[in-house]
């Protein structure tokens, strides 16, 4: 099981607002390696664990390989083949929710020819706990253009927008490591009123100090562990 220390505050905000009523999207922001994937898992992890009326579709974008718009709706969207999306916390898992459609609405949104948020919206308003969408480096989406034109990722957001703020549909949350997209949307008026911004930091030393010592380092391996790697991943 996956040790989660000093991070109390950001896990039990984020389990409040799973079940909450949707009014923004949560953009949930810091360095590299400090631990965001790490805590929003933990929190669906407990969420579960302790029954709350939440569901959860997650996609943590490193893992694919997204060249163009069409790899971008296989990553989104399932048809009947039952592909799984499965979080896993020591011998405990759980299926994460996947947007079916039909093989031929699939076929239809490649084409463009259907609108791909009426899928997922109706797909949300069929959900009876509340729906929570969480998108790890959002930023990878990037340069994925639509018709060789418009951003993907500005159409996702105005969406987002849509089924939060306005319809209270679903809650989103966007994690990233990319200060320079998050000064980008931190810009966009579309969003000034629609988003809201958690900053993660890094673990302060002393509690680094205290979760080392408690697994048997002495003072001088705790020293050499926080000038060498900063205290995580030893």
Not at 149 to 160: A, H, S, T
Not at 177 to 193: P, Q
Request: hydrophobic share 40%.
């Amino acid at each position: 099981m996956i040790e989660v220390i000093d991070r109390e505050e950001e896990l039990r905000r984020l389990k409040g607002l799973f079940t909450a009523t949707p009014n923004a999207i949560y953009f949930y922001f810091g360095p590299k390696s400090c631990g965001k994937t790490t805590v929003i898992q933990e929190a669906i992890y407990q969420s579960v664990q302790e029954g709350q009326p939440a569901s959860f579709y997650y996609y943590d974008l490193r893992e694919h390989f997204l060249p163009d718009y069409k790899a971008v709706l296989y990553v989104l969207f399932d048809t009947e083949h039952g592909r799984r999306k499965i979080m896993r916390r020591g011998s405990w898992e759980m299926d994460l929710k996947v947007f079916k459609v039909s093989r031929e609405v699939f076929q239809e949104m490649v084409a463009k020819e259907r609108n791909p948020f009426e899928a997922m919206e109706e797909r949300l308003m069929e959900e009876e706990a509340v729906p929570n969408i969480i998108i790890d480096e959002l930023q990878k989406l990037r340069w994925i253009y639509i018709n060789g034109e418009r951003q993907f990722v500005d159409e996702l957001l105005n969406f987002f927008v849509t089924i939060t703020k306005a319809s209270h549909l679903a809650n989103v949350f966007i994690l990233t490591s990319d200060t320079f997209f998050i000064e980008e949307l931190y810009g966009n008026s579309k969003l000034a009123a629609a988003s809201k911004y958690m900053k993660m930091g890094w673990i302060p030393e002393e509690e680094i100090a205290k979760y080392l010592s408690r697994h048997g380092f002495n003072d001088d391996e705790i020293s050499l562990v926080l000038e060498k790697l900063g205290g995580y991943g030893w």
